[in-house]
């Protein structure tokens, strides 16, 4: 279901011209954070970007940013399992 959601987001998003970006943060985001990712978004793919935020308590902290098939992970979880994977050698 969540992925039929996605996918008619990125179809309403792409006829109006945008690139949904579906952010994931471990507390909610504020108007002014969400504002800034949109905008550092904007820069990276040089298009206008509507976002999605999911609240996930997994990640512990950070973001996880998808765009389409791009994925941007800076959360502490996925940096805390390549440590695990690291120390096991």
Do not use: C, F, H, W
């Not at 800034?36 to 978004?41: E, G, P, S, V």
């Amino acid at each position: 279901m969540r992925e039929l959601l996605a996918r008619a987001e990125q179809i309403v998003a792409g006829a109006r011209g945008r690139t949904v970006a579906t952010v994931t943060s471990a507390v909610a985001l504020n108007q002014a954070q969400t504002e800034r990712i949109a905008a550092m978004l904007k820069a990276r793919y040089d298009t206008e970007i509507a976002v999605n935020t999911v609240v996930d308590p997994t990640l512990v902290g950070g973001l996880r940013v998808q765009i389409a098939d791009d994925v941007i992970d800076a959360s502490v979880s996925s940096r805390l399992a390549d440590l695990r994977q690291r120390l096991a050698g």
